[in-house]
Nanobody
Framework: QVQLVESGGGLVQAGGSLRLSCTASGRTLSNYNMGWFRQAPGKEREFVAQVWWSGTTDYADSVKGRFTISRDNAENTVYLQMNSLKPEDTAVYYC??????????????WGQGTQVSVSS
C-alpha cells in the first residue's frame, strides 16, 4: 500500500510563491506517474500537472508558465513549484500517483490534500 504525505501549503499574497512536496512510502515510485490536482470550494477536482515516469511533464493551461512539476526518485518525492500565484489558485491541492495517465484522473493513490490560499 502506498501512502502519500503532502506538505508546503499555506497562505500567500498574490504574486508570491509556494512549493508543495509529496513524499511516498510503501513502494518505490520510479516507474509510476505522479501529479497534482486541486479542488476549490464548490468546484470539481481538476488536473494541475503531471510528471511521467520518463520525466515528461504536462500542465493545465491555467498554470502553464507559472507552475513547475518535478520529481526526485531517490527521495520518492514529487514537487510543485508555484510562482506568480493568483487568488484563483486557491484550493486544496492533492498529490496523485498512478501507472496510467494522471491527467485523465486515472489515479491509483491520492494524498490527503494541502490547503493553498492566495490573498489579493
Amino acid at each position: 500500500q502506498v501512502q502519500l504525505v503532502e506538505s508546503g501549503g499555506g497562505l500567500v499574497q498574490a504574486g508570491g510563491s509556494l512549493r508543495l512536496s509529496c513524499t511516498a512510502s510503501g513502494r518505490t515510485l520510479s516507474n509510476y506517474n505522479m501529479g497534482w490536482f486541486r479542488q476549490a470550494p464548490g468546484k470539481e477536482r481538476e488536473f494541475v500537472a503531471q510528471v511521467w515516469w520518463s520525466g515528461t511533464t504536462d500542465y493545465a493551461d491555467s498554470v502553464k508558465g507559472r507552475f513547475t512539476i518535478s520529481r526526485d526518485n531517490a527521495e520518492n518525492t514529487v514537487y510543485l513549484q508555484m510562482n506568480s500565484l493568483k487568488p484563483e489558485d486557491t484550493a486544496v491541492y492533492y498529490c496523485a500517483v498512478g501507472t496510467r495517465r494522471i491527467a485523465a484522473m486515472r489515479v491509483d493513490y491520492w494524498g490527503q490534500g494541502t490547503q493553498v490560499s492566495v490573498s489579493s
